[in-house]
């Protein structure tokens, strides 16, 4: 199988902490992948690095067919190569409308004068209302989406990802603080969003990873502890010593 | 969506036709072209106060729409004052000299003019010689377009050594606010070639026109009005399109604009780049009816007030920024004027001159206390976009996560 995303090796240390310690991980061009750890395993860190936002110490991060490697790029130019990334927290634009949110992640020309002289075309309009319906905020385009509720704002954020079209979707306990229902839903798009691009949640809910079906990566201090099904990892005795056993 | 720009925003159109009758107003009470009810000098005062609305526009932009609180934005329009400066003075310097050597048996070289003109515009600083700077001063074109080159190219250069190394908040404050104090302090010297604490001066005479003071003035009120005019329509284009969405993101929360694939310093470069050199245009127009520049116009407290200015006026809403430069510049010019009337306590008399600053500080803490959407929020009331005073506690079920101060009552 090819890989559309291979980390190699990655350290990173601050002030002296080793948060990774020689990670190496694949993922495939069309895969959904959960990643479960205890707190401070990395899985953030991990994330920092992918997106740019921090830059390891040693290690590789190669992306695509032509396995460039992505430390060193800034978040904005690997945003454009087609990672996008949801945070734990819903960070939308509170004070824009749902639409412009949207609008804004709609994966169109990113340079400064390209946007000035920029207007909507009908296919960006279509896609924005395409993009609402899938997460179910087809009736909401208009209101400031600092008024929707937790959850449709974590929605709002998935489909600004979605709206970017990228290749690999990094997303972080995307069902924190959501309702059983709320949870259901996105699940549904997590698993329809994998059928054609690279997924991978992290996330501490074992329900939610249950539910996702999928291979998982077991992080631990830095380095990958187990990889495999859901059940083979939980009879790990080493991951039920250090994360399910607590 | 397809909507056509003045239909979408309202405010521009209202804005746009308030400034016309304004303009019209002023014009017919003026001394040449109407009743006298309006002084000259007073005219000039409003032609200024417009400049210094344009300016707002401009901060409003950085500052209320992109979160970037520049204080060096008055050093922008010191510097494009400057440019325009050295044409008028240097044109107006050799009508002079020229009329003077004409008396002369031997028809003066045109060298002989120069070194005239030299000696007639830095003797005050000890000096005859033309610096390097004043290469363009000749020409009209040339000194227009440095009045938008310089602070541009300025601008552009400082932006991108601040924005690439990822300097915000507080810290890019303070280095715009170094950025101005050395200017200032630069210019103060006198071999900075621009006449030291001296300035430039006689700029309100524009060199081969006869028409009087009168005539001049209202000529300047017009251009500073159709500045405005223009200066407002291009920035509440700005913030209309994406672009607006982009960069109000950038305010609210730089990083996740990264994630999303926007090059957040390209986007802060360009607008504080555009927005110096609306500032330069602003001060080009200013200085020749304030009549004199010296670099004390340049220094860091003017570009706090013109914060100020846009805090009381309300943040993020154009108009809110003319509306607060247009009132906190004319009360200022009343209590600084000598035309208050000082107040007798008995054992004290408060002179408004001494004590104008004070009430200035206070009003600024009070409105960021109490009336955070400034002047501007008042049209709020008009438009009965109230907010509920919950006094934080939660917004029950039906409003969500609904923010206390954007739930409509």
């Given at each position: 199988m090819s890989t559309l995303l291979e980390v190699n090796g990655i350290s990173v240390t601050f002030d002296g902490f080793r948060?990774?310690?020689?990670l190496s991980f694949n993922i495939g061009p069309a895969e959904m992948r959960a990643i479960i750890g205890p707190n401070g395993a990395g899985k953030t860190t991990f994330m920092d690095i992918v997106t740019g936002k921090t830059r390891p110490d040693t290690g590789k991060v190669l992306w695509g067919e032509l396995s460039r490697n992505l430390v060193g790029m800034n978040e904005a130019r690997i945003a454009q190569e087609g990672i996008g990334r949801k945070f734990q927290k819903p960070t939308v634009f509170e004070d824009q409308t749902v639409e412009e949110n949207l609008l804004m992640a709609v994966k169109n020309k990113r340079g400064a004068f390209s946007v000035l002289f920029w207007k909507p075309s009908d296919a960006d309009m279509n896609r924005v209302a395409e993009l609402a319906a899938e997460i179910g905020l087809a009736n909401e385009l208009m209101r400031k989406s600092g008024e929707l509720s937790h959850g449709q704002k974590q929605w709002l954020e998935i489909g600004m990802l979605l709206a970017q079209e990228p290749r690999l979707l990094l997303v972080d306990e995307p069902a924190a603080g959501m309702t059983p229902e709320e949870r259901e839903k996105t699940t549904d798009i997590l698993v329809e969003a994998a059928k054609t691009r690279a997924v991978v949640v992290v996330e501490h809910d074992m329900e939610f990873v249950r539910r996702l079906n999928c291979k998982v990566t077991v992080l631990h201090e830095g380095s990958v502890l187990a990889e495999g099904s859901l059940d083979h990892v939980t009879s790990n005795q080493q991951v039920i010593d250090v994360y399910l056993g607590r | 969506m397809q909507r056509s720009f003045l239909i979408k925003n309202p405010s521009v159109m209202i804005f746009l036709a308030v400034l016309t009758v304004f303009t019209i107003l002023v014009t017919f009470s003026s001394e040449a072209f109407g009743a006298g009810i309006i002084s000259t000098s007073f005219v000039k005062t409003l032609g200024k106060t417009l400049c210094l609305a344009l300016i707002a526009v401009a901060m409003d932009l950085v500052w209320g729409y992109a979160g970037i609180l520049s204080l060096g934005h008055f050093a922008f329009f010191g510097l494009g004052g400057y440019m325009i400066g050295m044409w008028l003075m240097y044109e107006r310097t050799k009508e002079i000299v020229a009329t003077s050597m004409a008396q002369n048996p031997i028809p003066p070289t045109a060298q002989e003019v120069v070194d005239g003109i030299g000696t007639q515009i830095f003797g005050v600083v000890g000096s005859s010689e033309f610096p390097v700077i004043w290469f363009f001063a000749d020409s009209l074109f040339m000194q227009l377009l440095l009045v938008v080159a310089v602070p541009g190219v300025l601008a552009f250069v400082f932006g991108w050594l601040a924005f690439r190394s990822r300097v915000t908040g507080v810290y890019l404050s303070i280095l715009t606010q170094a950025m101005t104090l050395a200017l200032s302090l630069y210019l103060f010297q006198n071999d900075s070639g621009l006449r030291g604490n001296n300035g430039l001066s006689g700029l309100q005479n524009l060199p081969g026109v006869t028409a009087s003071q009168d005539y001049v003035s209202i000529w300047f009120f017009w251009a500073s009005a159709l500045a405005l005019a223009l200066g407002y329509i291009f920035a509440a284009w700005i913030v209309s399109g994406k672009f607006g969405s982009v960069i109000r993101g950038i305010r609210d929360n730089e990083a996740r604009v990264r994630f999303l694939g926007y090059s957040v310093e390209g986007y802060k470069l360009f607008l504080f780049t555009v927005t110096a050199m609306i500032a330069g245009v602003a001060g080009a127009l200013y200085y020749p009816q304030a009549g004199i520049i010296n670099p004390a116009e340049i220094a860091p407290i003017a570009s706090i007030y013109l914060a100020v200015w846009v805090a009381i006026g309300g943040r993020g809403r154009l108009y809110g920024a003319v509306l607060g430069a247009v009132f906190v510049s004319l009360v200022s010019t009343y209590f600084t004027g000598g035309q208050a009337p000082d107040i007798n306590l008995g054992f004290y008399r408060i002179q408004w001159v001494d004590w104008w600053t004070i009430l200035l500080g206070l009003s600024f803490v009070l409105v960021t206390l109490f009336a955070p959407k400034g002047i501007g929020g008042l049209f709020d009331l008009i438009a009965e976009r109230r907010t509920p005073d919950r006094h934080g506690a939660d917004l029950g079920p039906?409003?969500?996560?609904?923010r206390e101060r954007e739930a409509e009552e």
């Open positions: 948060a990774i310690n020689n | 039906d409003q969500g996560s609904l």
